[in-house]
């Protein structure tokens, strides 16, 4: 079935440092990838996404960006903090149905 | 924000015992989901639903059954529990008119 691959699992950067998670997908159809958030002991929260009609989109210092020729899509943290420090999830709608497919999750850490 | 919550929050079981794992949204949302999250996987759907009677595979579904009895409510069945089956399981919810998702806070299950 349809996966999304979410690289790289693992991600160390120094505060105030960007971080880039990337994702791929197969699906042509997929019209919605949303990025959560989730910290440890809690529940997955949505931070971010963007719908296949855009190829940028920014909420302060999030930024996504969607190639859809390429099957791409990537979350890009500007100025990180130590509150950053999470579990980063990306997915993708399957097309034709309500399903999100997940990727494998990307560990942040930000040193101080 | 949708509030979405799960019962119990930690259970632990033998192998070949019967769980049933439980999940209400008052939020008149249409669709629920369960999903299992392991370390190395990410998010797994298991089962799905448009809404009271209505029960949709997902993606690892062996193992498990589901229902929907009423608009609010969206049960996980384990009849045989497994150590397999021993994971972090989450339910959420969403509207039909939405992509996004609500998690709730997420049930610990361990099958000994």
Avoid at chain 1, 30 to 39: A, D, H, I, T, V
Avoid at chain 2, 11 to 16: A, E, F, P, Q, S
Wanted: with cysteine.
């Amino acid at each position: 079935g349809e996966q999304v691959e979410q690289l790289p699992s693992i991600l160390r950067v120094q505060e105030g440092s960007s971080a880039s998670i990337n994702c791929s997908y197969e699906d042509s159809a997929s019209n919605y990838f949303p990025w959560y958030k989730q910290e440890p002991g809690e529940n997955p929260k949505l931070i971010i996404d963007i719908r296949s009609n855009m190829e940028r989109k920014q909420i302060q210092e999030l930024i996504v960006l969607l190639d859809k020729k390429a099957k791409r899509f990537s979350l890009h943290i500007t100025d990180t903090q130590p509150g950053d420090s999470a579990m980063y999830f990306c997915a993708a709608s399957e097309g034709g149905s309500a399903k999100l497919i997940f990727g494998e999750g990307t560990k942040l850490t930000v040193s101080s | 924000e949708a509030a979405v919550t799960q019962s119990p929050r930690n259970k632990v079981t033998v192998t070949g015992g019967n769980v049933t794992l439980s999940c209400r949204q008052t939020n008149s949302h249409n669709y629920m989901y369960w999903y299992r999250q392991d370390t190395g996987h990410g998010l797994r759907l298991i089962h799905y639903s448009y809404g009271a009677g209505n029960l949709q595979i997902g993606d690892v579904p062996d193992g498990y059954k589901a229902t929907r009895t009423t608009q609010e409510d969206f049960f996980l069945l384990l009849e045989l529990a497994s150590p397999s089956q021993t994971s972090l399981y989450f339910c959420a919810s969403k509207t039909g008119g939405s992509y996004e998702q609500y998690f709730g806070p997420g049930t610990r299950l361990t099958v000994l």
